[in-house]
C-alpha cells in the first residue's frame, strides 16, 4: 500500500546511535505514547517567541504585556482545539497528572467517584480523599457502559459524582466510547472528566460533542516539549474549590484583618489555580502544537496512523510468538499505540535488544497501568509489581509487556525497521 501521507517534520529525526553490532543507525523513535518528539514547527514558534520573553500579569512594559497576551491567546487556541463550551475553563497545569490531581483537590464534599480499573495511574490514583468505586476491567465497548450504568445505578442519588475514563488506552490503545460513558455518567446526575493524554494527540477531541465535562491532556504528548498540561470545562467546581496552589496570580485580594489575620480573596477564573509565575512558553508551546495539528488535519493524520497499524499488524500477523494485548478485541479501533509480549523472551531483554541492536526505543514494563498490564497478561497481583522491569522466573509467562507506539512525524521507515527486528 502506498504511504497515505509525508509524517511532520519533529525534531530529533536525525539523532544518530551506536549499535552493539557496530556502526550507527539512525534513532527510531517509537515511544510516542510516553513522550511524542516535538513537531519542528512548534520549536519554530518557540524560537521566534523568545526575544519577546517577559513576565507576565504584572508588568506594565512592553514585553510583559506581549508575553500576557501570548499566554491568554495561548488559552483561547487551546479551547477552540477542545470546542470548549462558551463559559468553561481552560487551566494551565504542568501535565495530565497535575490536572488530574487539581481536579481531585476540587471535588465537592462527599463527591463518590467511579474509575475503572483499567485506567492509568493518574486517573487510578489522584481520588485518595474521595469515596471512590473501582469497576472491573470490561471485555468491549459496550460492557464498559453497562458496567458503569450499574454501579451509577447503585449510588447514593443525591450527592455530587465524578465518573473519570481514558479515551485511548496507554496500553493497548484502544479507544474508549467516551459519548457513551457521558450520556451515562449525565443520566444518573454524575459528571465525567476525560483523560485525553492519549487521545487527543490522534483524534479531534471536543468537549461540546462528547459532552464531557472537563478533559486533561499533556503537552508532551501532544508533540510540545515536556512541562506543561491543560484541564479544561465547567467553571463551576473549579470557582467554588479553594487554590490548587495559595500564592500570587491565584489572589485578587489580600488584606490585614483587625484581629491580626489575613482575609484573601482569591480569582474566579483560570488565574484561582495558577499560582506563581506561569509556564508562558509551555502554554505557548501547547497552543503552537494544537494549530499544528488542526492544520495538518485529523482525518490525514488518523489515516496515517492507521496505515502504520496495519503495517505492524500485518508484518508480525504470521510470527506465532507475538501476542498483543487487547481488552476489546484485535480489531477494536484503536490509536498508534500497540502492546505485545513475545513467548519465550523477558519483555525488558527484548526491549533492551529492539535499543542496542536495532537503534529502535520502545517502553516495556507495566506502563503505569499496573491492574490493567496484569489483567491482560493473566498474572498474580502477589508475585511482584513494581513500575519498572520485573523479571519473569525462567518458562513462567511475561510478568510484564513491550509497547510500541508512534504518531504524526513517524516515517515508514522506523515501523518496517521494528517489524524486521521482531521477526
Ligand atoms: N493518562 C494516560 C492515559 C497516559 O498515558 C499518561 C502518560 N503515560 C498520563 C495520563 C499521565 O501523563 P503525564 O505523565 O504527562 O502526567
Known amino acids: 500500500a502506498p504511504s497515505v501521507c509525508a509524517p511532520l517534520p519533529v525534531l530529533g529525526r536525525d539523532v544518530t546511535v551506536p549499535l552493539v553490532t557496530g556502526g550507527e543507525v539512525a534513532y527510531a523513535a517509537l515511544d510516542y505514547a510516553a513522550s511524542a518528539p516535538a513537531l519542528q514547527r512548534v520549536w519554530d514558534d518557540v524560537a521566534a517567541y523568545a526575544p519577546y520573553y517577559g513576565s507576565v500579569h504584572r508588568g506594565a512594559g512592553y514585553l510583559s504585556q506581549?508575553?500576557?497576551?501570548?499566554?491568554?491567546?495561548?488559552?483561547?487556541?487551546?479551547?477552540?482545539?477542545?470546542?470548549?463550551?462558551?463559559?468553561?475553563?481552560v487551566v494551565f497545569t504542568r501535565s495530565t497528572t497535575d490536572s488530574l490531581n487539581l481536579l481531585a483537590a476540587a471535588l465537592p464534599a462527599g463527591c463518590q467517584v467511579f474509575v475503572?480499573?483499567?485506567?492509568?495511574?493518574?486517573?487510578?490514583?489522584?481520588?485518595?480523599?474521595?469515596?471512590?468505586?473501582?469497576?472491573?476491567?470490561?471485555?468491549?465497548?459496550?460492557?464498559?457502559?453497562?458496567?458503569?450504568?450499574?454501579?451509577?445505578?447503585?449510588?447514593?442519588?443525591y450527592g455530587p459524582a465524578l465518573v473519570c475514563v481514558t479515551g485511548a488506552s496507554?496500553?493497548?490503545?484502544?479507544?474508549?466510547?467516551?459519548?457513551?460513558?457521558?450520556?451515562?455518567?449525565?443520566?444518573?446526575?454524575?459528571?465525567?472528566?476525560?483523560?485525553?493524554?492519549?487521545?487527543?494527540?490522534?483524534?479531534?477531541?471536543?468537549?461540546?460533542?462528547?459532552d464531557v465535562d472537563w478533559v486533561a491532556f499533556s503537552g508532551h504528548k501532544l508533540y510540545a516539549p515536556f512541562g506543561s498540561g491543560v484541564l479544561a470545562g465547567r467553571a463551576d467546581w473549579l470557582r467554588e474549590a479553594e487554590p490548587y496552589l495559595a500564592g500570587g496570580g491565584a489572589s485578587r485580594k489580600v488584606t490585614r484583618r483587625t484581629d491580626g489575620g489575613v482575609d484573601v480573596e482569591w480569582h474566579d477564573s483560570a488565574a484561582r489555580h495558577e499560582a506563581g509565575s506561569p509556564n508562558v512558553i509551555g502554554a505557548y508551546a501547547v497552543a503552537s502544537a494544537c494549530k499544528a495539528l488542526t492544520e495538518a488535519g485529523f482525518d490525514t493524520l488518523v489515516a496515517?496512523?492507521?496505515?502504520?497499524?496495519?503495517?505492524?499488524?500485518?508484518?508480525?500477523?504470521?510470527?506465532?510468538?507475538?501476542?498483543?494485548?487487547?481488552?476489546?478485541?484485535?480489531?477494536?479501533?484503536?490509536?498508534?499505540?500497540?502492546?505485545?509480549?513475545?513467548?519465550?523472551?523477558?519483555?525488558?531483554?527484548?526491549?533492551?535488544?529492539?535499543?542496542?541492536?536495532?537503534?529502535?526505543?520502545?517502553?516495556?514494563?507495566?506502563?503505569?497501568?499496573?491492574?490493567?498490564?496484569?489483567?491482560?497478561?493473566?498474572?498474580?497481583?502477589?508475585?511482584?509489581?513494581?513500575?519498572?522491569?520485573?523479571?519473569?522466573?525462567?518458562?513462567?509467562?511475561?510478568?510484564?509487556?513491550?509497547?510500541?507506539?508512534?504518531?504524526?512525524?513517524?516515517?515508514?521507515?522506523?515501523?518496517?525497521?521494528?517489524?524486521?527486528?521482531?521477526?
Do not use: M
Open 170 to 210: 496507554n496500553v493497548t490503545g484502544e479507544l474508549w466510547p467516551v459519548r457513551e460513558l457521558a450520556a451515562a455518567a449525565h443520566a444518573h446526575g454524575a459528571r465525567i472528566v476525560l483523560d485525553a493524554a492519549q487521545l487527543a494527540p490522534h483524534h479531534p477531541v471536543s468537549v461540546a460533542d462528547l
Open 304 to 423: 496515517r496512523e492507521q496505515y502504520l497499524v496495519a503495517k505492524v499488524r500485518e508484518g508480525l500477523a504470521d510470527v506465532p510468538q507475538v501476542r498483543f494485548l487487547s481488552l476489546f478485541g484485535d480489531d477494536a479501533p484503536r490509536v498508534g499505540v500497540l502492546s505485545f509480549v513475545v513467548e519465550g523472551w523477558n519483555s525488558s531483554h527484548f526491549a533492551a535488544a529492539l535499543s542496542a541492536e536495532y537503534g529502535i526505543g520502545v517502553r516495556d514494563g507495566l506502563f503505569c497501568a499496573h491492574p490493567l498490564v496484569r489483567t491482560l497478561l493473566g498474572s498474580d497481583p502477589q508475585t511482584q509489581g513494581e513500575c519498572g522491569s520485573p523479571e519473569a522466573a525462567p518458562g513462567e509467562k511475561s510478568l510484564n509487556a513491550i509497547r510500541v507506539s508512534f504518531g504524526a512525524g513517524t516515517p515508514d521507515e522506523h515501523v518496517e525497521r521494528f517489524v524486521r527486528a521482531v521477526r
Open 66 to 89: 506581549l508575553s500576557t497576551d501570548l499566554f491568554e491567546n495561548a488559552r483561547r487556541t487551546v479551547a477552540e482545539f477542545l470546542d470548549c463550551r462558551d463559559g468553561d475553563q
Open 116 to 157: 475503572f480499573e483499567t485506567e492509568h495511574h493518574a486517573s487510578l490514583l489522584p481520588w485518595r480523599d474521595a469515596r471512590v468505586t473501582y469497576l472491573d476491567a470490561p471485555r468491549s465497548p459496550r460492557q464498559a457502559v453497562e458496567t458503569l450504568e450499574r454501579a451509577l445505578a447503585d449510588r447514593d442519588p
